[in-house]
């Protein structure tokens, strides 16, 4: 069946240092690939999006490559600042009959200054 | 535009009573989905609206039932409440206009079952 594997958490660096969140995923066909982020207290935000194989979604520094090979979405970003503390879904949209996200379990990541 | 919006945003309810919680969706979109997001893990799928009827379930008990207005919005009901159904109940809406599979949002309510 489908489903999402998140490397666990949490993740501490210091400022400036560069990020790789891991994710996996297994599922029947081509779906497009998320990442979101939620904030300390608040709900989900889409942080970017890739829609088919070899695509690189990116937004405020962070990308994702869609590797088919591999079935992975890893998350990177080049330097992190305290401000992007939160933590991190890896999401797998579902379409057979319904239309949902299967999440993965979450990274949480503190930044330091 | 506003984004997805959700009511109460804070609840404390005590077992075996009642809730229902709200959601307006993006203007526009069509299609509603409520998800229940337990402490420190992924949101888990509890439903699908579109056109005002259910187009999914998930593995979530006969307690949670849920209905969509000619508007799109949305509400979420819950019964018998249980100490494990403390959770944060997030709504998402979606666009179903052409190839959109991106649902967006609202910040939750955050449910408290003492």
């Known amino acids: 069946g489908n489903s999402v594997t998140q490397m666990e958490g949490p993740v501490t660096l210091s400022e400036e240092a560069f990020l790789t969140i891991n994710c996996t995923y297994t599922a029947t066909g081509y779906p497009s690939l998320f990442w979101y982020v939620q904030y300390p207290g608040e709900g989900l935000q889409l942080l970017l999006k890739?829609?088919?194989?070899?695509d690189k979604g990116s937004n405020k520094g962070f990308e994702a490559t869609y590797r088919k090979e591999t079935t992975s979405f890893h998350l990177e970003k080049g330097s992190v600042q305290v401000s992007d503390s939160a933590v991190y879904f890896c999401a797998l949209p579902v379409t057979s009959g319904t239309y949902k996200y299967i999440f993965g379990t979450g990274t949480r990541l503190k930044v330091l200054a | 535009d506003a984004g997805v919006t959700q009511s109460p945003t804070h609840l404390i309810k005590t077992r075996g009573q009642q809730v229902t919680l709200r959601c307006s969706p993006i203007?526009?979109?069509?299609?509603v989905s409520w998800y229940q997001q337990v402490l420190g893990q992924g949101p888990q799928f509890i439903f699908q609206?579109?056109?005002?009827?259910?187009?999914g379930r998930g593995n979530f008990p006969d307690r949670f039932s849920a209905r969509q207005f000619p508007n799109y919005s949305s509400e979420l009901n819950v019964n018998a409440l249980l100490l494990g159904d403390s959770a944060l109940y997030l709504c998402?809406?979606?666009?179903?206009?052409?190839?959109?599979?991106?649902?967006?949002f609202g910040p939750g309510t955050r449910l408290l079952v003492l």
């Open positions: 609206y579109y056109e005002k009827e259910e187009r």
């Open positions: 998402a809406s979606r666009s179903v206009e052409g190839p959109q599979e991106t649902q967006y």
């Open positions: 203007s526009g979109h069509k299609s």
């Open positions: 890739a829609t088919k194989a070899d």
